[in-house]
């Protein structure tokens, strides 16, 4: 799936498609508004909605709002593959007798990816930017008013981000600087290095503490069957932790019979502990197993609780008679590699096209996907909701 962006596009048409060598130039607006709107076209046609949309503002303003209802209902649930499987990603257990009945064995993987857009500067906000140009939200805009420094109260002043402290005037001029002669970058760093030891700040801990640029959101965080089908996306604006929404959210506690049997995870046992912790009796029925690779290579033999719950050796409905996995606990990873390509296509998009771009591309992977195990003769198919919200 191609990961060019708008203006790569409109270049590779104006110089080897088009027709019409005197006519108007395809441009990057074009390209994005052409995207946009045959996305939502097809997402009411498949919905069985006509597109409305109002007739003031600029192109882009005008599809914002329908674009942000499209992304709440994509969160979670909304992919239209969410209820997929295929022979793939479950195997079923034959029954051990005519009272038994056969046992579904089906799983997922669980991973991030480094890719993330613009957001606040505040640690934890999660409100929107105004323009992706922005350092903080709206609620926090006066914080553009004062330096950059995060625990100076002082007011930036000379139109830069910092205030008249040496220190921090130095250190933004390092930080603006970096790209240019080499011999203007070695004198400004040693002289904001001398300047922040006077105060008792090494030119580490000013770079910690500073706002001076834009911030980005940590990751996208993917779940995905280990066929290759991505189930669902969210995006963690705080480092990768060991949190059970995203899983609570994928698989909602009232359509019991979606829950996994087994989601692999390289941070499966942290997860757990969090768990137990919680006394989270939701994902009970969800087996949290560390993925093949990370269980070699990165997790220790002497971590006794890791090897005792989550080591997937441990459960043999993941090895079949050839003493080979079920189940490919990797798909994860290398579907992050297809979807990483997207970073430079998106760093610079506001938070609404963000994430209506990165769902619409899963939905086209995974219509590609399924076309793949077709021919493969995995028999893909959606489950029905009715079958899901069945007791397990």
């Not at 600087?177 to 070695?186: D, P, S, V």
């Not at 994860?332 to 430079?344: A, R």
Request: hydrophobic share 35%; charged share 25%.
């Amino acid at each position: 799936m191609c990961s060019a962006s708008g203006d790569t596009v409109a270049r590779i048409y104006n110089r080897g498609i088009s027709k019409l060598p005197d006519g108007p130039l395809l441009t990057s607006d074009n390209v994005w508004n052409a995207f946009y709107i045959h996305a939502l076209m097809s997402d009411c046609q498949r919905r069985g909605f006509e597109l409305q949309l109002p007739h003031h503002g600029t192109q882009s303003q005008r599809m914002q709002d329908v674009m942000a209802v499209r992304n709440i209902r994509m969160a979670g649930t909304g992919q239209p593959h969410w209820a997929h499987t295929c022979d793939e990603c479950e195997r079923i257990i034959p029954s051990s007798g005519p009272s038994q009945p056969a046992v579904r064995i089906n799983a997922c993987v669980m991973d991030g990816v480094t890719i993330g857009h613009p957001r606040c500067n505040v640690d934890r906000c999660v409100a929107r930017l105004r323009s992706p140009r922005d350092r903080f939200c709206e609620a926090h805009n006066e914080l553009g008013h004062k330096c950059a420094i995060r625990e100076c109260t002082l007011p930036s002043t000379d139109g830069l981000r910092t205030c008249s402290t040496p220190a921090h005037r130095a250190f933004e001029k390092e930080r603006r600087e970096r790209g240019q002669a080499l011999f203007r970058l070695k004198r400004r760093h040693e002289r904001a290095l001398e300047q922040s030891v006077t105060r008792g700040d090494t030119l580490e801990d000013l770079t910690k503490k500073a706002t001076i640029s834009r911030r980005y959101t940590h990751n996208e965080e993917l779940i995905v069957r280990t066929c290759g089908v991505v189930l669902s996306r969210a995006t963690f604006y705080e480092a990768e932790s060991p949190s059970n929404r995203f899983l609570l959210a994928t698989f909602p506690p009232q359509l019991p019979r979606a829950q996994p049997s087994f989601c692999f995870f390289d941070s499966a046992c942290l997860l757990l502990k969090h768990i137990f912790a919680t006394q989270e009796a939701r994902l009970d029925n969800i087996a949290l197993v560390v993925d093949v690779f990370h269980a070699v290579n990165k997790h220790k033999d002497s971590d006794e609780f890791c090897q005792m719950n989550c080591n997937p050796a441990s459960f043999p409905e993941l090895i079949n008679e050839a003493n080979e996995w079920w189940f490919n606990s990797s798909a994860c990873e290398q579907t992050n590699g297809w979807f990483g390509q997207f970073l430079p296509v998106v760093r610079e998009m506001g938070e609404v096209n963000y994430n209506f771009f990165l769902d619409e591309m899963i939905m086209e992977h995974n219509e590609w996907q399924v076309d793949v195990l077709r021919a493969r003769g995995a028999r893909p198919r959606l489950v029905p909701m009715a079958e899901l919200a069945l007791p397990r």
